[in-house]
């Protein structure tokens, strides 16, 4: 089955450090979205994105956050001042046409410091 | 079952038994919900969908049934196997788009040989 990759698996970093995480969608995809989960706690979803521009986003994306798709592959999330609380594996998930099941990725593990 | 901050509801069957996750949603007008699996370091998996025009839906061991007047969505696994053991994820679509899903807070299914 085709597979959503995301980079790195884990990352540390320092409280007001800017990070960015990075997807690499199932090649013939069009649809894009970050969930998080921090331990223990439900899946949440963070934004969705299409044809380069936020289709929907949650509270939880204030304007820390950011996403784009720069060289038409990676599907990026940055978070460009981390605090404690954006601790939390955060999942890239795709779909072809928006229409039918989220694939997700395997997510990348932050943890701020 | 619902479930409070970190202690999520807990199934243990032994191989072989048939298992069944229960899933409380809460809106009403929700017309898509899936059933998602998520091993331990991996993301959700997704395992069976169904919509709101439907009472059952069967897959390969797996079954959801969707009872829309309690809003209530069970996932039932026949002979269930050492490599079902995970925790599970009941998600409902919100609005309009079927990338935006609201998950529950999951039960951890584990699987005695």
């Known amino acids: 089955e085709p597979e959503v990759t995301q980079t790195p698996s884990h990352q540390v970093t320092q409280m007001g450090q800017e990070v960015i995480l990075r997807c690499v969608p199932i090649?013939?995809?069009?649809?894009f979205y970050w969930y998080r989960q921090i331990l223990g706690q439900k899946v949440e979803f963070l934004v969705s994105?299409?044809?380069?521009?936020?289709?929907?986003k949650s509270e939880i994306f204030d304007d820390q956050f950011s996403v784009e798709r720069p060289d038409g592959s990676n599907f990026t999330l940055k978070i460009r001042s981390t605090k404690l609380e954006d601790s939390a594996m955060y999942f890239c998930?795709?779909?072809?046409?928006?229409?039918?099941?989220?694939?997700f990725g395997s997510g990348t593990q932050l943890s701020v410091l | 079952g619902e479930s409070v901050g970190l202690h999520l509801p807990t199934l243990s069957v032994q191989e072989g038994d048939n298992s069944i996750i229960n899933c409380a949603y809460s809106?009403?007008?929700?017309?898509?919900f899936i059933w998602y699996k998520q091993e331990s370091g991996k993301g959700p998996q997704f395992i069976i969908d169904?919509?709101?025009?439907?009472d059952k839906r069967q897959g390969q061991r797996v079954t959801v049934l969707l009872n829309k007047t309690v809003k209530h969505l069970s996932l039932q696994i026949a002979a269930t196997q050492p490599g079902d053991s995970a925790v599970y994820f009941c998600?409902?679509?919100?609005?309009?788009?079927?990338?935006?899903?609201?998950f529950g807070q999951g039960t951890i299914l584990t699987v005695h040989p």
């Open positions: 998930a795709t779909t072809l046409t928006g229409r039918e099941k989220l694939f």
């Open positions: 090649s013939n995809h069009l649809y």
């Open positions: 994105f299409y044809n380069n521009e936020i289709s929907e």
């Open positions: 809106n009403s007008a929700s017309d898509y």
């Open positions: 169904i919509r709101s025009n439907m």
């Open positions: 998600a409902e679509k919100e609005g309009t788009s079927y990338g935006k899903l609201t």
